[in-house]
């Protein structure tokens, strides 16, 4: 097939990758400007643009796909299909009629739960059992368009986003081949209207740990903004990054260290409970195991977090 791939992150260029692999004709590369980016602010190509570079592909990325010249460019390409995977930029109609056959998504969630830009992180947080990758042909809603395959992994007791990240990533890139290979035969199927959520983008103000909450809660947010943002507590005027953890059996006052092995104590009533901190970085260090951070930084018992 003639294909038009849009993405900009990390986890589009497995997919690319998969799809050169698989031999089809990749005849533009859409992904995000380069931005400035380390402590230069240098301006850096995002990984899709470096990843197509390197394939020898041809890049594009304009600011907007709303003007007509950007979407007469994108139509004069003639492509069968385009495929997006968190490209950053809405298509407008004119550019999702453009391709023979439409446009495909690669979305990470079982739609229609988790629509929206941060499905990985807001599935961990809630504390679900089992995510997904979705191929869904796409219109002009948010995530709304129907589903021609999904595949339903579980979530690890104690996977964070970058894991899953990577893992879901792969999987989405097979799950676009498989889907292109035999694309007369599969019937896309309607979303129901039933189970809808929105994975709306974190926020920074989401990080701090409040040690009232039940453990699990307190595990799972640990786990779900790992590495980033990093959920966060304070201790003697340091911000301390939590970014690994476990549930673990204590009782004490909340945030309340109770053990050498930081153990902190969490929630009230019914949502007591500990978790164990197992990674943790101070500001201005790089990220350390907890029997790492305590010898450069001393939590004993009793201490208040």
Known sequence: MRLIFMGTPEFSVPVLDALV??????????????????????????????????LGLPVRHPTSLKGAAAQADFAALNA?????????????????????????????????????????????????????????????????????????????????????HDRLSHMGAALIVDALSRLDDLTPEPQPAEGVTYATKIDKAEAAVDWTRPAAEVDRQIRALSPFPGAWVDHDGQRIKLLASRLADGAGAPGEVLDEALTVAC??????????????????????????????LPLPRGTQL
């Open 21 to 54: 692999d698989a031999g089809h004709a990749v005849v533009a590369v859409y992904c995000q400007p380069p931005r400035p980016a380390g402590r230069g602010k240098k301006e850096t190509p995002t990984p899709v643009h470096q990843r197509a570079t390197a």
């Open 267 to 296: 929630g009230t009533g019914d949502g007591a409970g500990a978790v164990q901190l197992l990674r943790l970085q101070r500001a201005g260090r790089g990220a350390q195991d907890a029997d790492d951070f305590l010898r450069g």
């Open 80 to 164: 069968d299909l385009a495929v997006v995977v968190a490209y950053g930029l809405i298509l407008p109609q004119a550019v999702l009629d453009a391709p023979k056959r439409g446009c495909l998504n690669i979305h990470a969630s079982l739609l229609p739960r988790w629509r929206g830009a941060a499905p990985i992180h807001r599935a961990i947080m809630a504390g679900d059992a089992e995510t997904g990758i979705c191929i869904m042909q796409m219109e002009a809603g948010l995530d709304t368009g129907p589903v021609l395959l999904r595949k339903a992994p579980p979530i690890g007791a104690q996977e964070t986003p970058g894991q899953l």
